[in-house]
């Protein structure tokens, strides 16, 4: 098992300058919402050069403009934790745009970057690569803990040097490169992209991954057939590609829990998840780290596979590090992020006992919005009653009480991995914005 950090940072900021006449006008953000987000929050910028006005525009919308200076406003951003685009303008004498700068909130920020360097053989089918390298960087410059590459979502191997010899693949047929990284103690690092079919000896890097799960009974068509099937923001948008890759379970284990687990007397080996697929405690104790005026609350984990145990006697065995308050919600907020920065096939496990105790920033129901809004499964286990559960706040939980039943919780946990698909699209689009065609809601539905 690996040990690992996973933090609740998010966001990004962009800015750009213009040239006023001979002046150039610049604005910046001085507030960067690097945490999971919600409510009303103070927000800042910084602008030099000829502006007569900022305008902070939400999702698309103009909230507020300021005529002067201090360039600071109040924004609220509701009660629910919703990916968001905060935009800030600033404005000339005329109303025009002379410059701006964009923070996306509640999405994963990226502490580590790996880039994939595609290699292409002096002869040979166009768009057809024989190697790729790979390179990363860290915020705290460490060497990774592992580096994989997927070739349609299964391995490729890689020497000493981060390279790999690429198989022979159809270049009339569109294909995803994925890169994963990960440090001891900063989250991993990933990277998509597409070669082949219509990109011809082209490479597309801007793509989206929109989890889908199949209707019973149907399949999943060939990528050409799924052209129309996504929209964003209402508006068709070309499907790239189509894959099954290893799935990723995030499980968050109420401490109390553990003595209740251990009365199953489940076997080493008992339900196990695919070989494939990947595994990761998140425990609910954070530490405050700060710098730079920033703070972050950071939660270990620690990586599983199905070749360390079967879930259940993991679940009632692995220790976790001692901490208190218990922060249940807000872990259940941070593995959530993990997992769809992932762009995986994921779920989120939250393993409740008789009489959960949770010191959370965040209420339950407000993190399940949250999971609900970045296409994230949650499955709630549980030693309560559903009553108990839902007074919490939390969806309806599955009784693990007895044996047969947590069995039974495991098959539908199972279920619901397996016949979850990786749609991938082009751009860059919010979860919110994507919707299915009536054609492809018949065979397939958004997973949430």
């Known amino acids: 098992m690996t040990c690992r950090t996973c933090t609740g940072w998010s966001g990004r900021a962009d800015g750009a300058a213009f040239l006023k006449g001979k002046r150039m006008v610049e604005i910046v953000f001085l507030t960067f919402f690097l945490g999971l987000t919600s409510g009303a929050q103070a927000v800042e910028v910084a602008v030099h050069g000829p502006v007569a006005a900022v305008e902070f525009v939400v999702d698309g919308n103009a909230v507020i403009r300021l005529g002067g200076p201090p360039w600071r406003a109040r924004l609220d951003f509701g009660a629910s934790m919703e990916p968001h685009e905060l935009v800030a303008r600033a404005l000339d004498g005329e109303g025009k745009e002379v410059g701006r700068a964009r923070q996306v909130l509640n999405l994963r920020r990226p502490p580590a970057e790996v880039e994939i360097l595609l290699e292409y053989p002096e002869k040979g089918p166009a768009g057809q690569p024989a190697g ?74 801007g793509l989206t991954a929109v989890p889908v799960r199949l209707r019973p009974g149907k399949e999943m068509p060939a990528v050409q057939d799924l052209q129309g099937w996504v929209l964003a923001g209402g508006q068709p948008v070309p499907a790239v590609a189509v894959e099954q890759s290893p799935a990723q379970l995030l499980v968050i284990r109420d401490a109390e829990a553990v003595p209740l687990l251990m009365r199953g ?20 104790y954070a530490q405050r780290a700060s710098g730079d005026g920033l703070t972050a609350d950071l939660f270990s984990s620690a990586d599983f596979t199905a070749l360390d145990a079967g879930l259940p006697w993991l679940l009632a065995r692995v220790q976790q590090p001692p901490g208190k308050p218990q922060r249940l919600a807000d872990a259940v907020a941070v593995a959530g992020l993990e997992a769809l920065g992932g762009n995986r096939r994921r779920a989120v496990l939250l393993v409740l006992s008789r009489h959960p105790r949770d010191g959370s920033e965040h209420d339950a129901a ?35 009480s007895f044996n047969p039943k947590l069995r039974d919780a495991f098959r539908r946990l199972a279920e619901n991995l397996s016949s979850q698909r990786i749609l991938w699209i082009e751009g860059s689009h919010f979860p919110g914005t994507i919707s299915l065609a009536p054609a492809a809601a018949a065979v397939v539905e958004l997973v949430r």
Do not use: M
């Not at 960087?137 to 890689?158: A, N, Q």
């Not at 339900?271 to 697929?277: E, G, N, P």
């Not at 993190?367 to 007074?391: D, E, H, K, N």
């Open 366 to 400: 407000t993190v399940s919005r949250y999971l609900a809004a970045i296409r994230v499964p949650l499955v709630v286990w549980s030693f309560a009653s559903p009553q108990t559960v839902a007074g919490l706040g939390w969806p309806a939980g599955e009784d693990i």
């Open 265 to 284: 007397n489940w076997g080493p080996s008992e339900l196990s998840l695919d070989k494939d697929d990947q595994g990761r405690f998140v425990w609910p």
């Open 132 to 205: 790729a390298r790979l390179a990363w960087s860290s915020r705290l410059l460490e060497k990774p803990s592992s580096v994989l590459l997927f070739l349609d979502g299964k391995p490729v191997p890689l020497d000493d040097k981060a390279h790999a010899v690429l198989p022979a693949v159809a270049p009339e047929v569109t294909h995803i490169l994925s890169a994963e990284v990960s440090f001891p103690n900063d989250p991993e690092a990933r990277k998509d992209l597409a070669f082949g079919g219509r990109w011809g000896d082209a490479v597309s890097s």
